[in-house]
Every structure is written in structure tokens, then in C-alpha cells.
Nanobody, 123 residues
Framework: QVQLVESGGGLVQAGGSLRLSCTAS????????MGWFRQAPGKEREFVVT????????DYADSVKGRFTISRDNARNAVYLQMNSLKPEDTAIYYC????????????????WGQGTQVTVSS
């Protein structure tokens, strides 16, 4: 079992930045591809970004390319999401997720999820 806890969300003005953290416990995340997903009010959960076990491969949603950066520190059992140039449409609850081995953009492929952290971007 892997337990995931997100942090770093908050309220920010459009154009601002936030850095989300996802800290894992229970097992080392080096065995897992990690992903960030988000869900806005009244909308379905959507893929944001995923990163491979060693960090060598990433895949971003088109909506966040060039603005968001995922990274991981397996020694600290943590994954990070640096979000720059935030827009009001980035407002959502952001979830960290883990799945064994290879990356995926599909939420249902992920076995473990955190409780989420709220990100609100004001215009």
C-alpha cells in the first residue's frame, strides 16, 4: 500500500505560481510512475501530467505544457508540481496518484490516490 498526501495548494492571482508537493509513505515511490490529475467543480477529473519511475519520461496535458513542471525525488519519496503562469481555468482540486511501472495518462490506471489539495486562481 502507498499512502499519498498532497500539500501546497492555495489561493493565487492569475499569472502567479504555486508548488504542489506529494509525499508518499508505506512503500518507496521508486517502483511507481506518478501522476497529477485535477477536478474542477462540475467537471470530470482530467489528466495533468505523469512522470516515470526514474524521472526520465514525462507527459503533459496540452493545457499545461510550458507552464507546469513535474519532478520527483525518490530519496525523499516525494513528487512535485511547479505551476507557473496560472490561469483561472486551472482552478481545481489537484490529486497525486501512483501506479506500478509505466506512465499513463488514464486515471483509472492508477492504484493509489491522495486526498487532493485545492488550487484557486483568481482573475
Amino acid at each position: 500500500q502507498v499512502q499519498l498526501v498532497e500539500s501546497g495548494g492555495g489561493l493565487v492571482q492569475a499569472g502567479g505560481s504555486l508548488r504542489l508537493s506529494c509525499t508518499a509513505s508505506g512503500r518507496t515511490i521508486s517502483d511507481y510512475a506518478m501522476g497529477w490529475f485535477r477536478q474542477a467543480p462540475g467537471k470530470e477529473r482530467e489528466f495533468v501530467v505523469t512522470i516515470s519511475r526514474r524521472g526520465g519520461s514525462t507527459d503533459y496535458a496540452d493545457s499545461v505544457k510550458g507552464r507546469f513542471t513535474i519532478s520527483r525525488d525518490n530519496a525523499r519519496n516525494a513528487v512535485y508540481l511547479q505551476m507557473n503562469s496560472l490561469k483561472p481555468e486551472d482552478t481545481a482540486i489537484y490529486y497525486c496518484a501512483a501506479r506500478p511501472r509505466i506512465i499513463s495518462t488514464i486515471g483509472d490506471d492508477y492504484n493509489y490516490w491522495g486526498q487532493g489539495t485545492q488550487v484557486t486562481v483568481s482573475s
